[in-house]
Each structure stands twice: as structure tokens, then as C-alpha cells.
């Protein structure tokens, strides 16, 4: 199976946006699927996470009530919607899964290619 994020771009601050990460096979319901981002010299950071069977969703403090991801089990894809964005926000963004909930990006064993946002202020 393998990951395909997409739907980075460059972006003004205040705007919102959505990437998709599709998979190339079936995701199982005992998946957790993430989101981690990487800004330049910085370590990888949580982003959110949906347990792909039950939908249920994480997020990490800082993020919550800007970020919301979802899924689509039809389409093998999931999204993740930003919004109120800010230079901080910039970062290469990673689609990953796993197959336990988790913050660490080393519990997750498949990764995506990563696309890259930028917001401009």
C-alpha cells in the first residue's frame, strides 16, 4: 500500500485549506491514519489522527479547533481541513499509517511523499 498526499500549495494568511492522502489499497479498520508535518529544522510534529473504523478523531492541543480530519472508507482517502492559517503553519505535510494511536511518527509504518504549504502573510 502506498500513500499519496496532495493539495499543498501556497496560501495567505487567514485562508483555510485541504489535503487529501489517498491510498493505493484498501485501508483495514484497524488502522490509524495520521497527519505530521515537518518545518524546516524542526522535528516532525502530531497533526491529527482518525482510527479509520470507528472515525474517531485526535488532535493535539495546539491544533484543536483549527484543524478537522476526516475520511472517506469508499475512496480509501483521507483529508484533513485547516483553517485560520498562519506562518507557523508552514510545513511539509505527511499522510501516514498506523496501526495504533499515536503522537510519535515512529509508531506509524507507512508514510506519504509529503506535500508542501506555505502561508504568506
Known amino acids: 500500500v502506498q500513500l499519496q498526499a496532495s493539495g499543498g500549495g501556497l496560501v495567505q494568511a487567514g485562508d483555510s485549506l485541504r489535503l487529501s492522502c489517498a491510498s493505493s489499497?484498501?485501508?483495514?479498520?484497524?488502522?490509524?491514519m495520521g497527519w505530521f508535518r515537518q518545518a524546516p529544522g524542526k522535528e516532525r510534529e502530531f497533526v491529527a489522527a482518525?482510527?479509520?473504523?470507528?472515525?474517531?478523531?485526535y488532535y493535539p492541543d495546539s491544533l484543536k479547533g483549527r484543524v478537522t480530519v476526516s475520511r472517506s472508507t469508499a475512496d480509501n482517502t483521507m483529508y484533513l481541513q485547516m483553517s485560520s492559517m498562519n506562518s507557523d503553519d508552514t510545513a511539509i505535510y505527511y499522510c501516514?499509517?498506523?496501526?495504533?494511536?499515536?503522537?510519535?511518527?515512529?509508531?506509524?509504518?507507512?508514510w506519504g511523499q509529503g506535500t508542501l504549504v506555505t502561508v504568506s502573510s
Open positions: 482518525i482510527r479509520w473504523g470507528r472515525g474517531s478523531t
Open positions: 489499497g484498501r485501508i483495514y479498520s484497524s488502522s490509524v
Open positions: 501516514a499509517r498506523g496501526s495504533e494511536l499515536s503522537y510519535n511518527p515512529r509508531s506509524y509504518g507507512t
